[in-house]
């Protein structure tokens, strides 16, 4: 009996083994045939802000170039909340295929300073694809605002504190901290009002709810230009292309001040790398085409597209660098 055991149990580990390896190896394949015929539906990608605003038409403008190039259609969903955390934390839980994606954006790596608990880590949770493009930010006021210059609305602020608002598109995004550094560099203190987006900040904007905004140039551009908003300064160190006369806030007398905002397009950590390469690859060709280009000018945006290890060097270095600005403006939001 102890020699049949023997016998039966040298035979049955070697089956075994192979039984393993062949499973492994099926699951290798499996897993590398399912890369291979990525995509064989629709892909969802992700926009944490109501329609309307930047993030919106960026998605869209890639949205509707990599369904060309991919062959299966890009489906913007817009699911806002909680300045742009919502959105996150959604991609970061779904399942890592190559068909859930974020339109990511600078406003993640201040969240990840100004919340104090959030239910995903941006870094970890997150994996980079590029960055799409950089986005000035403009300090803007209603046409009826008697302020024509960042001097004459910082004397009207200092006059009268707490009276003028400032709207943001949510709590812990860049309109939100900029607003801060603006009250905090320019000695004035104002009445923060959140919203979902850029959408609804402009429309009240536009009626006069609010005072100012800070938000990126996209939304507000057209309103620009047809005399109902007035732009008076620049986030950014640089003046912007599409408002060549407006000085930044630098110039207007707060030296110093650079702020933007940037937007990417990111997947949940464990999607496979043939689908990360894949995306990389047909993003840059579509970001550095002479017809996206010239979409991006006419919004105001600077196409950017780098590597997924270029942006992630990026998000590593904003989350360090607002995590300062965050502390010394005192900005705190108590939970998501």
Do not use: C
């Not at 954006?105 to 590029?130: E, M, N, R």
């Amino acid at each position: 009996m102890h020699k049949k055991t023997r016998y039966f149990s040298t035979w049955i580990q070697p089956s075994l083994l192979a039984l393993l390896a062949a499973a492994a190896l099926a699951t290798l394949s499996s897993g590398s045939a399912m890369a291979q015929a990525w995509p064989a539906r629709p892909i969802s990608l992700i926009v944490p802000f109501p329609a309307g605003g930047t993030t919106d038409v960026l998605a869209r403008a890639v949205g509707v170039e990599l369904s060309k190039s991919l062959g299966q259609p890009v489906l913007i969903e817009s699911k806002p909340g909680a300045g742009a955390t919502l959105g996150a934390d959604f991609v970061a839980k779904a399942k890592p295929d190559g068909y859930t994606l974020l339109m990511g954006a600078v406003h993640h790596t201040i969240a990840t300073s100004v919340y104090k608990k959030l239910p995903y880590d941006f870094q970890k949770d997150l994996l980079p694809i590029t960055t799409v493009a950089l986005v000035p930010n403009v300090l803007v006021v209603n046409a009826a605002m008697p302020a024509k210059n960042v001097g004459e609305l910082l004397a009207l602020a200092k006059a009268s504190p707490g009276k003028f608002t400032f709207g943001s598109a949510g709590n812990g995004t860049a309109h939100h901290l900029i607003g801060a550094q603006f009250e905090a560099m320019g000695g004035v203190q104002l009445l923060h009002v959140p919203y979902k987006g850029s959408g609804p900040l402009v429309t009240d904007l536009l009626g006069g709810q609010i005072t100012m905004s800070f938000d990126t140039i996209t939304p507000v551009l057209p309103h620009i230009r047809a005399g109902k908003l007035r732009a008076l300064a620049i986030t950014t160190n640089k003046r912007s292309p599409a408002l060549p006369d407006v000085p930044t806030l630098d110039e207007a007398g707060l030296k110093g001040f650079n702020l933007g905002t940037w937007f990417g397009v990111m997947a949940p950590v464990g999607t496979p790398k043939e689908i990360v390469v894949r995306l990389n690859t047909e993003l840059l060709k579509i970001i550095r085409s002479p017809e996206f280009k010239k979409r991006m000018d006419d919004i105001g945006a600077e196409p950017i597209g780098n590597t997924p290890e270029q942006m992630g060097q990026q998000i590593k270095e904003d989350t360090e660098r607002f995590a300062k600005l965050v502390k010394d403006a005192k900005v705190t939001i108590d939970g998501n």
